[in-house]
């Protein structure tokens, strides 16, 4: 049976995987409310104003690391139910895996505005990480079964 890594990863399916990823950060903007959904929607849209393409390429670069970060989920999920359940059963540690791999990539990029907006966001990120883990879930779960 294909890792998680050999499936999410595979030349066949990255097109169709980034383009899923790339809809799930749209949809998890798009439904923030309130004052910290405001901020959400402005340090996402002054992050593609910096780079129209930084979304994308964050999707490119950061998505082997995600997933090399939720493979120990997955192989503890075992094909039990949905996995989106699963990980907001764990979330702090979901989150806290994904999260570790956008620091890091924080930690040495040259842009220092990414680097300026990340930092105001940081603080609320888990939070907003647990909130996708379900849509996540759901979109490895396709992916792979």
């Known amino acids: 049976m294909p890792t998680l890594s050999e499936v999410l990863l ?14 799930l950060i749209d949809a998890e903007v ?22 129209p393409s930084v979304i994308d390429d964050a999707v490119k670069s950061l998505w082997p690391k995600y997933v090399t970060a939720l493979e ?7 094909g039990a139910g949905d996995f989106g359940a699963f ?7 979901a989150a806290d895996a994904l999260l570790g791999v956008t ?13 300026k907006v990340y930092s105001t966001m940081r603080p609320s990120a888990k939070k907003n ?5 379900p849509r996540l879930g759901a979109l ?3 992916w792979s079964g």
């Open 129 to 133: 990480v647990i909130a996708a883990l």
């Open 30 to 51: 798009a439904d923030k409310t309130g004052p910290s959904g405001l901020a959400v929607k402005g340090g996402y849209a002054a992050v593609k104003k910096v780079s």
């Open 87 to 93: 990980l907001a059963s764990h979330a702090d540690e």
């Open 72 to 78: 120990p989920l997955w192989n503890r999920w075992a």
């Open 103 to 115: 620091d890091e990539r924080i930690a040495v990029t040259s842009k220092q505005a990414i680097k």
């Open 140 to 142: 490895v779960q396709k």
């Open 10 to 23: 595979s030349p066949a399916n990255l097109p169709g995987v980034h383009a899923d990823l790339r809809a």
